[in-house]
């Protein structure tokens, strides 16, 4: 059975997401300077995704799952959490969300927003040696770990639900301490999709594909092993 309410929850949770995020990021370049890599700038926009992502799974966890993410959303589906039909309409929706809301900070940030192609990711850096196989694994790695700590919490019957948005977004503030100088952090395919789509740059076009294919991986991966090694487990003894 479908749920449009749910649909609706994850395209307001994503847009919390893409605006709050990249606008830590914009942000980000104008207190600390161009390019926003230094210390401080990174520590922001650590906080910023992982503050937004908080906040989105407490206010939306208990409507829809809060995925926010189709790296969630897919192995979700494949482990039959969440409906096929439902799954697509989730993905749908968190895209849209999130094009609505790079829109908005275009709309919003017209000049200082072009800076940064309002919170693109533009491939792998100098740090990888702008290799692309490089840049995913990174993405493979760090997604594996936020979809496993989202089934070791969100999911497992065992989870103290009290915590786990917290423990959600503190994974996603530290994967992106380490990732955004090494790939921008994406994990979610919406995320890097909006900027990509909404700014019409051909270099992110170029390497779209890396956050797609690298989140996703990590993604069913992760809810592959945590489902049948743990969650599954935990549901038969309730």
């Given at each position: 059975?479908v749920?449009p309410r749910?649909?609706?929850?994850?395209?307001?949770?994503?847009?919390g997401?893409?605006?709050?995020?990249p606008l830590s990021v914009?942000?980000?370049?104008?207190?600390?300077g161009?390019?926003?890599?230094?210390?401080?700038?990174?520590?922001?926009i650590?906080?910023?995704?992982?503050?937004?992502?908080?906040?989105m799974v407490?206010?939306?966890?208990h409507?829809?799952g809060?995925?926010?993410?189709?790296?969630?959303?897919?192995?979700?589906?494949?482990t039959?959490?969440?409906?096929?039909?439902?799954g697509?309409?989730?993905?749908?929706?968190?895209?849209?969300?999130?094009?609505?809301?790079?829109a908005?900070?275009a709309?919003?940030?017209?000049?200082?927003g072009?800076q940064?192609f309002w919170?693109?990711?533009?491939?792998?850096?100098e740090l990888?040696?702008?290799?692309l196989?490089s840049g995913?694994a990174v993405?493979i790695?760090?997604t594996?770990?936020?979809?496993t700590?989202?089934?070791?919490?969100?999911?497992?019957?065992?989870?103290?639900k009290?915590?786990?948005g917290?423990?959600?977004?503190?994974m996603?503030?530290l994967?992106?301490?380490?990732?955004?100088?090494?790939?921008?952090?994406?994990?979610?395919p919406?995320?890097?999709?909006s900027?990509?789509?909404?700014?019409?740059?051909?270099?992110l076009?170029?390497?779209?594909?890396?956050?797609w294919v690298g989140?996703i991986?990590?993604?069913?991966i992760a809810?592959?092993?945590?489902?049948?090694v743990?969650v599954?487990?935990?549901?038969k003894e309730?």
């Amino acid at each position: 059975m479908v749920n449009p309410r749910a649909w609706l929850a994850e395209a307001i949770a994503t847009f919390g997401l893409v605006f709050f995020g990249p606008l830590s990021v914009i942000l980000g370049v104008v207190v600390f300077g161009e390019g926003a890599l230094s210390t401080e700038a990174i520590i922001m926009i650590s906080l910023g995704h992982g503050g937004a992502i908080a906040l989105m799974v407490y206010a939306f966890g208990h409507v829809s799952g809060a995925h926010i993410n189709p790296a969630v959303t897919i192995p979700m589906m494949i482990t039959k959490k969440i409906g096929i039909a439902d799954g697509i309409g989730y993905i749908l929706f968190q895209i849209i969300g999130a094009v609505v809301a790079t829109a908005s900070l275009a709309t919003l940030f017209p000049e200082i927003g072009k800076q940064v192609f309002w919170g693109a990711h533009g491939g792998p850096s100098e740090l990888l040696n702008n290799s692309l196989m490089s840049g995913l694994a990174v993405e493979i790695i760090l997604t594996f770990f936020l979809v496993t700590v989202i089934f070791m919490t969100a999911v497992h019957k065992k989870a103290p639900k009290s915590v786990y948005g917290a423990v959600i977004g503190g994974m996603v503030f530290l994967l992106h301490l380490v990732g955004v100088p090494l790939t921008g952090a994406s994990m979610n395919p919406a995320r890097s999709f909006s900027p990509a789509l909404i700014s019409g740059d051909s270099g992110l076009w170029e390497v779209q594909w890396l956050y797609w294919v690298g989140p996703i991986v990590g993604g069913i991966i992760a809810g592959l092993i945590m489902n049948y090694v743990y969650v599954n487990k935990a549901e038969k003894e309730a």
